[in-house]
């Protein structure tokens, strides 16, 4: 037996803490940290809604492994975008070069 | 509260701690080692949800692959080690921010929290068999996208890596 509410407020929390981190950082690399708290939000969310419904299904398992996958594709492409960006004007995402 | 749900609130107290300082550490190389600790507590956080594939691989890819090149992209744009306010936002920004998220917090759970319910449920387990059969048999499609998905990525950052920075000036 398990209760559905802790897992949810912990993805919620971990939701909110990585809007802060995207919205207080200025280290481009530190707010992409910031975005891979809220996936993890995500994927928390599904697993707990996989492993509290009353029906027996996979996609409560499925779709974090998609997740996961499509956050790493994501985190390749910003951080070669970060690194253009780092050569041309420096690491602060609010500077205007 | 039965024995999961201590095991749940352990790992999950342990990942938010970790990705509070994540996201509010003045190391910078710290933040991404403080990432390490949320993303491997989130994968205990799967295993007592009873995910057992999820916190494999969240454990293979996240904290494998994912963390080691965010440390890499530290590394190669020269981010000081050691505590750094070169970047650092003003507490004006910071203020704003948390109240920004605090509200986000505020109505995400004030949608999800009744949804989910207060009673106990009966925990269920997901089957590795079940699972890969539903992979490779409803999911099939959407799984062969992502494989070109990541071929996409890998060709489309090694594109963008190595043009030339625009640096504002015509010859650049």
């Not at chain 1, 530190?30 to 509290?52: D, H, P, R």
């Not at chain 2, 491997?40 to 799967?46: D, E, I, W």
């Not at chain 2, 490779?136 to 890998?154: M, Y």
């Amino acid at each position: 037996m398990i209760h559905a509410w802790p897992a949810v407020v912990l993805a919620t929390c971990l939701i909110g803490i990585g809007a802060y981190g995207v919205l207080a950082r200025r280290n481009a690399v530190l707010v992409l940290i910031g975005v891979e708290l809220i996936l993890n939000g995500a994927n928390v969310l599904f697993v707990a809604s996989g492993a509290t419904v009353s029906v027996p299904s996979t996609a409560g398992s499925v779709l974090p492994l998609f997740i996961i996958t499509i956050a790493a594709a994501e985190v390749v492409v910003a951080l070669a975008v970060v690194l253009l960006a780092f050569r041309a004007s420096g690491i602060d995402v609010t500077e205007k070069s | 509260m039965t024995a999961l749900d201590v095991a749940l609130v352990g790992f999950g107290l342990l990942a938010l701690a970790g990705a509070l300082l994540a996201v509010t550490t003045r190391h910078i190389v710290h933040a991404a080692l403080w990432l390490v600790v949320a993303l491997g507590s989130l994968a205990g956080v799967y295993l007592v949800l009873g995910a057992e594939i999820v916190a494999l691989v969240q454990l293979l890819v996240y904290v494998g692959a994912i963390v080691v090149l965010v440390l890499f992209a530290l590394m190669v744009t020269r981010s000081p080690i050691g505590p750094s306010r070169d970047h650092a936002t003003s507490p004006a920004h910071r203020g704003v921010a948390a109240v920004i998220a605090a509200g986000l917090v505020a109505l995400l759970l004030a949608v999800l929290l009744p949804i989910a319910g207060s009673g106990a449920v009966t925990r269920q387990v997901t089957s590795n068999r079940a699972l890969g059969a539903d992979l490779f048999g409803t999911w099939a499609w959407p799984f062969e996208l992502l494989s070109l998905l990541l071929l996409a990525s890998l060709v489309a950052a090694l594109a963008i890596a190595r043009s030339r920075a625009v640096t504002g000036k015509e010859d650049a």
